[in-house]
């Protein structure tokens, strides 16, 4: 089993910048995949960022590039994405998501994670 806990999100005004923040616990592999999905209501879980821990490889989706980074603390099996320039779209929950396999070309796939986080809510604002 693994455990997730998301911390971070919130509300804020487009352009602003929020942090969140994803730690993994339990039986982690020694290099794993963790990743952000955004889900609006009615729609399906769209990945906004991945990294893998333990590891070095971080991936973006195309619409946040330049806006949110995201880096991985190995010692803290955690990832941190630190979301700038926000705008009203990137409103919704967000999820973090484990996958023993590590992130590659199919990072955004979400049925390939094994488990997921309760969610948190960002919410901007215009």
């Known amino acids: 089993q693994v455990y997730l806990v998301e911390t971070g999100g919130g509300s804020v005004q487009a352009g602003g910048s929020l942090t969140l923040s994803c730690r993994a616990s339990?039986?982690?592999?020694?290099?794993?995949?963790l990743a952000w999905f955004h889900q609006v209501p009615g729609k399906g879980r769209e990945g906004v960022a991945g990294a893998n821990v333990g590891g070095t490889s971080r991936f973006y989706a195309d619409h946040v590039k330049g806006r949110f980074t995201v880096s991985q603390d190995n010692a803290d099996q955690a990832i941190t994405l630190q979301m700038n320039s926000l705008k009203t779209e990137d409103s919704g929950m967000y999820f973090c998501a484990y996958d023993f396999e590590l992130c590659g070309v199919d990072w955004t796939r979400d049925q390939r994670y094994d488990y997921w986080g309760q969610g948190t809510q960002v919410t901007v604002s215009s």
């Open positions: 339990g039986h982690t592999a020694a290099i794993y995949c």
